[in-house]
């Protein structure tokens, strides 16, 4: 069972162009985090998102966490070649007293100068 | 710079072969992982650590074995490499349990059997 859902899992759009992904959870975390991965390296952390509601913004990109803390998005405006890559939603879940880190499948972005 | 380092980026086994992949972090942390990336498949969870020779389970276990004799070290074994573990390897490590403070990826290892 995949906890985090993201949509879309592709995006190819034009430099310019905005553009919004999702990350769903029917289980509300106490935090979620985005990371953006390109090819051949691994996943780095853009930001972490805690409190109900809380929008956060990085440059173009804006996060936002759902009220209830099971949603999150990602959206960025005037896309650019330079935002092409892996973007993945992150959480963690408690199972036995230890937290247990879960990730979305991804949504793979390619924007076209 | 803080880091995680993976020994290897890219590896070519044969089939039967023990492999091991190593993982050093330099940032103290407590908690370390092992993830193997497939297209469509998303980051799956193999084994983790939160704390010197402790080791958990994760989502895909089967076929794999980790250590962790030093709080930096935490190494992957394939016991016997099969094709189906042909993937990208990435080891990450984070100083709490949970999400608020972050994972801290490597760069991956692709490894390939035949």
């Known amino acids: 069972t995949q906890l985090l859902e993201q949509s879309p899992q592709f995006l190819s759009i034009q430099e310019g162009e905005n553009l919004t992904v999702y990350c769903n959870s029917s289980s509300v975390f106490s935090s979620l985090q985005w990371y953006r991965q390109e090819p051949g390296e691994g996943p780095v952390l853009l930001v972490t998102v805690v409190t109900g509601g809380e929008v956060k913004k990085l440059k173009r990109l804006t996060f936002q966490f759902g009220d209830a803390r099971k949603d999150s998005s990602l959206h960025i405006t005037a896309a650019q070649p330079g935002d092409t890559g892996l973007y993945l939603c992150a959480g963690a879940y408690e199972d036995g007293g230890s937290y247990i880190p879960t990730f979305g499948r991804g949504t793979s972005l390619i924007v076209h100068p | 710079d803080v880091k995680v380092t993976q020994s290897s980026r890219y590896l070519v086994k044969r089939t039967g072969e023990k492999v091991f992949l190593e993982c050093v972090q330099d940032?103290?942390?407590?908690?370390m992982f092992w993830y193997r990336q497939d297209p469509g498949l998303g980051l799956r969870l193999i084994y983790f650590?939160?704390?010197?020779?402790?080791?958990e389970k994760g989502d895909i276990p089967e076929g794999y074995s980790v250590s962790r004799e030093k709080k930096e070290r935490f190494s992957l074994i394939l016991e016997s490499a099969s094709t189906n573990q042909t993937s990208m390897y990435l080891c990450?490590?984070?100083?709490?349990?949970?999400?608020?403070?972050?994972?801290?990826f490597g760069s991956g290892t692709r490894l390939t059997v035949v």
């Open positions: 990450a490590s984070s100083p709490t349990q949970g999400t608020i403070k972050g994972y801290t």
């Open positions: 650590s939160y704390d010197v020779k402790m080791k």
């Open positions: 940032m103290d942390h407590e908690n």
